[in-house]
Structure formats: C-alpha cells, structure tokens
C-alpha cells in the first residue's frame, strides 16, 4: 500500500475553530470575486471521505498547484482533513495523510470542500455535518466533489439551493431528497454552496475558480498544461451522448434522451418511433446501426443499470426498485435481472 503525505504549502497563524466565531465573514462573501494584488493565498480545505476518489482528488489540487508553479506566486493552498486525522483510504488503496477536522481554522479558511467518491452516499458523521452549517454561517464556501452531495444534503446545506451529483447516483440522490433541485450540470454554484460531479469536471472548477480569481489567461495556461482544452461550463450535461456513446445520428441521439427520460414508464417502440419523427421499422434499423441492438433491448439495458444502481445505493426493497423502473411484475423483472447480470436482484445488493 502507498501512502501519500500531502501537507499544506504555506504555515500560518490560526485560531481554533471554537474560539473564532465573531470573525468577520465580509472578506468572503464571494469566494469567487477576482483576487486583489497581494492577497494571501485562496485557502482550501479538503474533507476526504473513507473511500474517496483519486480523480477527483487531483482534480481539484492539482490546478491549484499549477495556478502557483506558473504565476510564481503562492495563490493558493490547501489542507487535508477528516473526521479524526490519520491515514484516509482512497478507493484505490492509495493513503493520504490528514489532519483531524477538529483543527480546522475559521479566520483563514476560504473554502472547504467534500472530497468522496465509493460509499460516499452512506457516510454520516454528525460532527462532520455541524462544522459544515457552522462554516457555512460565517462565510465560508463549501463544496462537494461526486458522492459529497449527500453529506451536504445530510447537512442541511442544499435546501432551496440547486445542486448536482455524479450521474451514476442521480436516482439513489433523488430517492433520498426528493424535495431538492437536482440537475445534471458538471457542477453547481449556488450561494456559497458548491456541488460538482466528480472527477474531471472538478477540474473545470477549478479552473473557473482561478480564472474568476486571476483572470481567463492564467485559467487557459493551465488548462493547456493539463491538456484539457477548452473549460467546460457548468451547465454543461455530464454524460454527453456524441462523446460517450460515439453517437452523431440525431435520430438516435433524439431515441436515446427519450428513453432515459422514461425509464420508470417505458413507451412502446412504435410510440418512441413516432416522438422521433420516423417509422418503428426505419429506428430499428438505425438502432442496430449505431446501438448494436434494438430500441427495446437498449431499454430495457438502461431500465436494469437503473434498478442495479438502486439495489446498490438505496435501501429500498426489490418490489420498491422493480416498479421504480417500470416492471409490473416482480418475477419479470427477477428473470431479465439473472438474465442480463447473471444473479438475482437481492443477491446483488451491497452491504448497507
């Protein structure tokens, strides 16, 4: 096993988080307002979560830390923290060094930001939570990369705000807060309030961090070190079809976005053929083409990586996921389960 020993880059003197609450918060009040000449570095906080993602992780360092080598200046720095300090596992096996949260300094600290990824969705620490509301009240932004989102949520924190979550958790996100805003964008500002999707659209918020901070050459350089290209915007869909399916076909691309919007209650083929301007034979045909199956069967896929995601990350019951996903009847749906994953349904669910 590797372990890592990230620390900050810059020392500096702090008041423990308990003896500075009337510290003033005008001087974050909008964490992404350009940087003046002579500033102190951006101070960002990482709370790594058991589990999280190295991606992500990288994602958001590692722009900072280009930010710093290519203006020559100190801009940005950071500290690792978690729960009790130690060794945090990522999901990759990889350790990183932290510092526990119960030293988290408030007069310095510009931005604190969630970083999880695997089982995310099922961590709840209390404390974790109360320090989150108590940041957040004076001033202080808070983030959330991938899985995050749902300790925010646990927080408090994405009431009457938008939010986003990696879309692999959109459904088990919704189960669990039906009453939030939740959208598909790469990542979501709302009010001090950050939530981003994970992995390299991490990257893109950083980079529209620096470049609101230090202006749109120094966000491209970087960029360009990165090989990254154009900075995404944060409304930006996270699962563009024309790059993950290797698709251009409008009418399959138009099938395709009808069919994930009715998972729950799936159309007849000739219905989805007509919503799409051509003849059920004419779909079929360019299905096969571009999808290497039938409209039916690719529903039918999308409604089983549904249900699997559900049994995974939510706790409830197989019949309550079955009809999630649009199965009448629950031995349908435990025989096209064996038959496309090769187990039953309740077979597949991981430990909560």
Known sequence: MLVLDVRRQETRRDLPLKQSETVAADRRSDFLAARPTG?????VGLFLVPGFALMSFASVIEPARGANRMSGKTLYDWTLFSSQGGEVLSNSGIGLQTQPLTEI??????MLIICAGTQGEQYRDLEVEAVLRRLRRHGVAVGAVSTGSFILARAGLLQGRRCTVHWDYLDSFQEAFPEHELCHDLFVIDDGVVTCAGATSALDLMLQTIRNHHGPELA???????????????????????HRMGVANPVVLRAIELMEQTVEEPVPPHHLASQVGVSQRQLERLCKRHL??????????LRLERARRMLRQTSLSVAEVAVACGFVALSHFAKAYRHNFGCRPRDDRRPQ
């Open 220 to 242: 491209r350089s970087i960029a360009e070190q990165f090989l990254h290209g154009a900075i995404r915007a944060p409304a930006d869909d996270q699962r563009n079809m024309r």
């Open 105 to 110: 300094r408030l007069d310095n600290l510009d």
């Open 292 to 301: 290497g199956c039938t409209p039916a069967r690719y529903h039918m896929r």
């Open 39 to 43: 500033a102190p570095a951006f101070h």
